[in-house]
T-cell receptor, first 115, second 113 residues
Framework: GDSVTQMEGPVTLSEEAFLTINCTYTATGYPSLFWYVQYPGEGLQLLLKATKADDKGSNKGFEATYRKETTSFHLEKGSVQVSDSAVYFCALSDPSTGANSKLTFGKGITLSVRP | DGGITQSPKYLFRKEGQNVTLSCEQNLNHDAMYWYRQDPGQGLRLIYYSQIVNDFQKGDIAEGYSVSREKKESFPLTVTSAQKNPTAFYLC????????????FGQGTRLTVV
């Protein structure tokens, strides 16, 4: 079945540091890929998405490129801020599953940014 | 504003009692989902519904029940059969079964004492 694997956390960075959060996936077909962010005590918000190979999703300074050859969708930001402290989830939806299409999530990783 | 509303935000119940969590959306989405979030385990799918009057079990449906009598509503009942009900519950919706984006509610934190 479909699965998403995220790097182990938590991650602690200083403000303005470079961020990379790794995400790899296994899917039957050609999935759409997502990064969601969760701030403390809240639901999830879509951060960015990519629907086909080589697409780059971007938002709020974050970027991720859909790499079919390495089945990866790593999240990057050039300069993190304290306000980026949150939990980040990688997810996929696989349209080849047809009637059972659903979102599959990784375990999430907590990012803390120090001033 | 369109969105998903979960209520209440915090819920306390005694062990052995059934409890129903509310989820309402005004996005005119066909598909709705319930996830459970536990520390270190990410999100796990409980139930989902792709159309009114139809729903399917997710990965951890035991001890839960749902209904989908109206397009905008997808309530989740946590029954006394659920062995570890204390968790953060998230409701989501997408425009249809081909998920290009899912929208989430703010969540309900259920504590069973």
């Amino acid at each position: 079945g479909d699965s998403v694997t995220q790097m182990e956390g938590p991650v602690t960075l200083s403000e303005e540091a470079f961020l990379t959060i790794n995400c790899t996936y296994t899917a039957t077909g050609y999935p759409s890929l997502f990064w969601y962010v969760q701030y403390p005590g809240e639901g999830l918000q879509l951060l960015l998405k990519a629907t086909k190979a080589d697409d780059k999703g971007s938002n709020k300074g974050f970027e991720a490129t859909y790499r079919k050859e390495t089945t990866s969708f790593h999240l990057e930001k050039g300069s993190v801020q304290v306000s980026d402290s949150a939990v980040y989830f990688c997810a996929l939806s696989d349209p080849s599953t047809g009637a059972n299409s659903k979102l599959t999530f990784g375990k999430g990783i907590t990012l803390s940014v120090r001033p | 504003d369109g969105g998903i509303t979960q209520s209440p935000k915090y819920l306390f119940r005694k062990e052995g009692q059934n409890v129903t969590l509310s989820c309402e959306q005004n996005l005119n989405h066909d598909a709705m989902y319930w996830y459970r979030q536990d520390p270190g385990q990410g999100l796990r799918l409980i139930y989902y519904s792709q159309i009114v009057n139809d729903f399917q079990k997710g990965d951890i449906a035991e001890g839960y029940s749902v209904s989908r009598e109206k397009k905008e509503s997808f309530p989740l009942t946590v029954t006394s059969a659920q062995k570890n009900p204390t968790a953060f519950y998230l409701c989501a919706s997408s425009i249809n079964r081909a998920i290009t984006e899912a929208f989430f509610g703010q969540g309900t934190r259920l504590t069973v004492v």
